[in-house]
């Protein structure tokens, strides 16, 4: 039984085929679609404190879908996407990616924090989950709105609820898309960090 905010996403991280036969390739269409259902996470969160945090993602994926468009044949997977665009010595849409899974990232250790540990507060999680991605690369300027986002979460089980579950424990479906979406965003992470997906 799966949450209703789950059932009314357009694309799930469940949903994207990952190719482990092919290095792990992730389809970019259905990726930048889960991710973009991903940012309606932030208004059942409520708060308008989040709004740079979905708009931030949004404008990544806008990068990305940009290039895709420029380039189709080259940017069926993010892995080709990324090597392609590197090789015309530009960098927009890799850098677009880099920061749209460093977002992914954030919310994938808040929620996966939050749905490990039955007593901790969504504050509390997605401070953390702050501190492990966002933080170190944002500058003085961008660091107090996160802030503000942290501080503007929900009580644990008004989210639940509002999310139309009771909890993470009942839940399965909902530690379902947490493990995709974390599994996903460690592909992407460890394809960064090779040779050629730097510029």
Not at 3 to 27: C, E, M, R, Y
Not at 49 to 76: C, H, M, W, Y
Not at 160 to 184: F, I, R
């Amino acid at each position: 039984m799966s949450t209703p905010w789950l059932g009314s996403l357009k694309k799930s991280f469940v949903d994207v085929p990952v190719d482990a036969a092919n290095g792990n390739a992730i389809p970019t269409t259905d990726f930048l679609d889960a991710a973009e259902s991903l940012t309606t996470l932030f208004d059942v969160l409520g708060s308008v404190a989040f709004t740079p945090v979905k708009n931030d993602i949004l404008g990544n994926i806008k990068k990305i879908r940009d290039r895709q468009r420029a380039a189709p044949a080259e940017s069926e997977t993010l892995q080709a996407l990324v090597i392609n665009e590197l090789k015309t010595k530009k960098h927009v849409a890799s850098e677009g990616l880099l920061w749209l899974v460093r977002g992914l990232d954030f919310t994938a250790q808040a929620l996966r924090a939050n749905v490990d540990a039955p007593t901790q507060e969504l504050a509390d999680s997605f401070r953390a989950a702050y501190g492990n991605t966002l933080k170190p690369h944002h500058s003085f300027l961008v660091k107090p709105i996160f802030n503000a986002a942290m501080s503007a979460t929900p009580y644990r089980k008004d989210f639940y609820s509002k999310l139309g579950s009771q909890s993470p424990e009942s839940d399965p479906a909902l530690k379902e898309w947490v493990t995709a979406l974390q599994n996903q965003v460690q592909i992407l992470k460890d394809f960064q960090l090779t040779k050629e997906a730097k510029w």
